[in-house]
């Protein structure tokens, strides 16, 4: 393993599996954040801020695309310096720029600082996505599946906090939960700081440049299938309450359990499903089962509108179920190629990329899926399952041509190669 001095003592101090362990407690503790901050961030900026929700709405909008920008040249800088630095200074820049909320008072104060807090947030994510590489030695998808599992639970745990505030309504209580958001992002990057080791570069070949990753075909058809895929993300969170609460005669609450059930099902199977994808074969076959399940479950939805009204409730249920399995497989899949087909001494610039092309899929999802399938109703539902089928079984044929164009990585010094570490069976 690589790792200067301080950090040989840390990860003496943890254990074999202590850097999973350090990156795992960090982002429960940021996530927490974040369900405190999402859960109440709408209304704090139009009802405390007074700003109107179409100016939010924009202000959003220009935030997430411009943050997209700082993908690919954070991926480099962490190849370049190092992951854990990059990684550190994002989180730091989040916490400066989530304390700034609470200063706001106009529409361009508020984009600025959006906009900046969106660029780190995807300079985080490119260099968080290369610290897990390095940190999850032969098994980073696997890595990155527990490490799902624990995210979940903190945007659980945060989403139940928030309702007390939101609950109070003051600005006292809002601006308590913006700050409690900054520092959970300090806490986070302290924790990573002490447990995570400051990991070395790794030698790069004669002809690797800044902008490899988009000259790789492959690797761009698959981020394009998986951004495309990520729509399936706002089906449940978006597209199916919208449905539930026009179209269907269900009980209110209904939204409510199908989210606390996508929730729950992500929880207790990423980590035992991740486990199972990990080569680039195995994920193309995890992408089709995914769109398979996706087939099944937006007819599902779609048919909520048409049964009695104490039938509604328990077959969205279901429908969620058999979805929430698709979205476990869906992003193991998208794991195990994401980290698989990037070379070891890219894996800043390739998640980099990875990143702005799912953020690109999530910022078009409520544009497409409102319009196109809303409009269309049920039929819509029915094209959207066999659209995410299409793209599901596109999976295996694309793994299988991004893997034959993959070269063997360059020869290693012992100190030079990735650490090669078994997943920790507390983790």
Not at 322 to 342: D, T
Request: with cysteine; charged share 10%.
């Amino acid at each position: 393993m690589i790792m200067k001095s301080a950090g040989s003592r840390m990860s003496g101090v943890l254990g074999p599996g202590g850097p999973q362990r350090a990156l795992i407690v960090a982002s429960f503790v940021s996530r927490v954040g974040n369900g405190l901050f999402n859960t109440a961030a709408v209304l704090y900026f139009t009802l405390v801020v007074h700003l109107p929700a179409a100016q939010v709405g924009v202000g959003l909008t220009v935030a997430a695309l411009v943050g997209l920008l700082a993908g690919v040249p954070a991926g480099n800088l962490a190849d370049r310096y190092g992951p854990r630095t990059v990684w550190l200074t994002a989180v730091a820049l989040q916490a400066a720029t989530m304390a700034a909320f609470v200063l706001i008072h106009d529409w361009g104060t508020f984009t600025l600082i959006a906009t900046l807090d969106r660029l780190a947030a995807t300079a985080g994510g490119a260099a968080g996505g290369a610290l897990v590489a390095r940190a999850g030695g032969d098994h980073p998808a696997a890595f990155r599946a527990k490490l799902r599992t624990f995210v979940n639970l903190g945007v659980v745990t945060g989403t139940l906090g928030a309702a007390v505030a939101v609950s109070v309504g003051t600005r006292q209580a809002y601006t308590a939960l913006i700050l409690a958001n900054a520092a959970s992002f300090a806490c986070a990057a302290l924790i990573a700081l002490r447990g995570v080791p400051n990991y070395r570069p790794l030698p790069r070949p004669e002809e690797h440049h800044h902008a490899a990753v988009l000259s790789d075909r492959p690797y761009l058809t698959f981020v394009a299938l998986y951004g495309a895929m990520g729509l399936q993300y706002q089906t449940v969170s978006l597209l199916l309450p919208i449905w539930l609460s026009a179209h269907t005669d269900a009980p209110r609450w209904t939204v409510a359990a199908v989210n606390a059930v996508n929730s729950g099902v992500c929880v207790l199977l990423q980590s035992r499903i991740g486990s199972r994808v990990e080569t680039t074969g195995q994920g193309g076959r995890a992408l089709r089962l995914a769109g398979l399940l996706f087939l099944v479950s937006c007819p599902l939805m779609a048919l909520t509108a048409d049964v009695p009204v104490w039938v509604a409730p328990g077959l969205a249920v279901l429908a969620v179920v058999v979805h929430s399995l698709g979205e476990v497989w869906e992003s193991s899949g998208g794991y195990a190629l994401g980290f698989g087909l990037a070379p070891d001494h890219a894996q800043g610039q390739y998640q980099g990329f990875l990143g702005v092309g799912f953020n690109a899929g999530q910022a078009l999802a409520p544009l497409v899926l409102t319009t196109a399938v809303l409009g269309l109703g049920q039929a819509g539902w029915l094209l959207l399952g066999v659209f995410f089928a299409a793209l599901g079984a596109a999976g295996p044929p694309v793994a299988a041509w991004a893997q034959r164009t993959r070269r063997p990585a360059p020869a290693a010094t012992a100190q030079d190669r990735p650490a090669r570490t078994p997943l920790p069976d507390g983790a």
